[in-house]
C-alpha cells in the first residue's frame, strides 16, 4: 500500500480506481480513509486560509481569498505549459485581469461591457490554458465569473489588490518550487505564434471566452438577481474538452446535479437546527471530496453557493434563483454552442476535424 502522503497527493478518482482494484477489505479501507482524511483537510485549510485572510483584508475581499485557494491548490499541479519566468509573469496578469476588469465591469455601458469581458475572458484562457483538457479553463471561468458577480471599488478595491499581491507571492512559490524544470525551452511567444482556428484547442478559447461574456453582460443588463449562477452554468458547459457542438450530456448531468443539489440543500436546512445552517457549506465541502461524477460534484457546489445566497434571499428564493439561473445559463449557452458551431466551427476546420468535434 502506498503511504499516507502519498495518498493525499491524489485525486479522488485514482483513489477510487485504487479502491476496486483492490482485493483486500483492509486496503479498501485504508484507501476511504485517506479520501476522508484529504477531503478533510482541504476543508479545514481553506476556512483557516480563507477566513484568516479575510479577517486581515475585509469579508467583502473573501471571494478573492476563494479564488486564491483555488488557484493554490491547482498551480500545484498544472503549469502554463512554458518557461517558469514567463509563467511568473503570466501569474501577475492574470491576478491583475480578475483584479481590474470586475471593477471596469461596473461602469460600463452593454457593448462595451461585452467588449470587455470578451478580451478580458480570452486573456485569461489564452495565457493559461494551453492544454484545456487539465482544467485551467474552468477554473478561469469560475475565477472570472465570481469575482464579476462581487466587485468592488475604492478602499476596498485597495484592499483586494493587497491580498492578490499576497496570492501572487504564494502562487509564485509553489509555481517556482514545482514547475520550474518543466518546459524550460517554451516562450509565450511560441503559444502566440501557434494560434489558428484551425486548432480546436483556439478555437475551444474563442467559443469559451465570447459565450461566457454574452451571458455575463446578458445577466447584468437584464438585472438577474444572482446572474454569475448563469455564468457558472454557461462556463461549465463550454469549458467541456475536447471541443464539441453537441452539449446535451453536459446540459443534462448540469441540471440533474443543480436540481438534487438544490432539494437536498432545502431539505437539509428545513430539518438541521438553525445552530448547525452555517456547517452546511464545509458539509457540501467534504462530500465533494468523495465525488468524481460531474453529477454529483454539481450537487455538492450547490450547498456553498446556497449558503452564500441564503444570506441574502432567504432559503427559498435562494433555492429557485439557483434552479432558474442554472436553467437560463446552460440554455443559453446550448444555444450559443449551436450557432457558434454553425456560424463558426464548420468555416474553419477541415472537414474530417470538423466531423469529429
Known amino acids: 500500500m502506498m503511504g499516507v502522503y502519498q495518498g493525499l497527493q491524489l485525486d479522488p478518482a485514482i483513489l477510487k480506481q485504487y479502491i476496486r482494484n483492490s482485493d483486500s477489505p483492509k486496503e479498501k479501507r485504508y484507501y476511504y480513509a485517506i479520501m476522508a482524511a484529504r477531503s478533510l483537510l482541504i476543508v479545514a485549510f481553506a476556512i483557516l486560509f480563507i477566513g484568516g485572510l479575510s479577517q486581515i483584508f475585509g469579508q467583502e475581499n473573501s471571494p478573492m481569498a476563494v479564488v486564491l485557494f ?7 499541479f498544472v503549469n502554463f505549459e512554458y518557461c517558469v519566468r514567463e509563467s511568473l509573469v503570466t501569474l501577475a496578469v492574470v491576478l491583475l485581469i ?5 471593477t471596469l465591469a461596473l461602469m460600463a455601458p452593454p457593448i462595451p461591457l461585452f467588449v470587455l469581458h470578451g478580451v478580458a475572458f480570452f486573456a485569461l484562457l489564452t495565457i493559461t490554458s494551453q492544454r484545456p483538457e487539465l482544467g485551467n479553463g474552468g477554473l478561469c471561468g469560475f ?21 492578490a499581491l499576497v496570492g501572487y507571492a504564494i502562487c509564485a512559490l509553489i509555481l517556482v518550487k514545482k514547475h520550474r524544470q518543466a518546459h524550460t525551452q517554451v516562450r509565450f511567444h511560441h503559444v502566440v505564434r501557434r494560434f489558428s482556428l484551425t486548432s480546436l484547442t483556439n478555437l475551444w478559447q474563442v467559443r469559451m471566452a465570447l459565450g461566457v461574456s454574452l451571458v455575463l453582460t446578458l445577466g447584468s443588463v437584464l438585472q438577474v438577481q444572482r446572474f454569475i449562477w448563469m455564468g457558472f452554468a454557461c462556463a461549465s458547459l463550454l469549458s467541456q474538452y475536447p471541443y ?9 448531468q448540469r441540471m440533474v446535479g443543480v436540481l438534487a443539489g438544490s432539494g437536498a440543500y432545502f431539505l437539509l436546512y428545513l430539518v ?10 464545509p458539509l457540501g465541502g467534504v462530500c465533494l471530496g468523495f465525488c468524481t461524477d460531474y453529477r454529483y460534484k454539481t450537487a455538492m457546489n450547490c450547498f456553498g453557493a446556497l449558503m452564500m445566497g441564503t444570506a441574502i434571499h ?11 439561473d442554472t436553467l437560463l445559463g446552460v440554455l443559453l449557452g446550448m444555444v450559443f454552442a449551436w450557432v457558434f458551431h454553425h456560424l463558426v466551427t464548420v468555416r474553419v476546420l477541415p472537414r474530417q476535424e470538423t466531423k469529429t468535434a
Open 70 to 76: 483555488c488557484w493554490m491548490l491547482s498551480i500545484r
Open 98 to 102: 480578475l483584479l481590474v476588469a470586475p
Open 272 to 281: 438541521l437546527p438553525e445552530a448547525l445552517h452555517p456547517m452546511m457549506g
Open 314 to 324: 432567504g432559503v427559498q428564493d435562494a433555492v429557485v434563483l439557483r434552479i432558474v
Open 143 to 163: 475565477s472570472y465569473v465570481y469575482l464579476t458577480g462581487n466587485p468592488v471599488q475604492g478602499e476596498v478595491l485597495l484592499q483586494r489588490a493587497g491580498l
Open 244 to 252: 464539441s457542438h453537441d452539449t446535451r450530456t453536459r446540459v443534462w
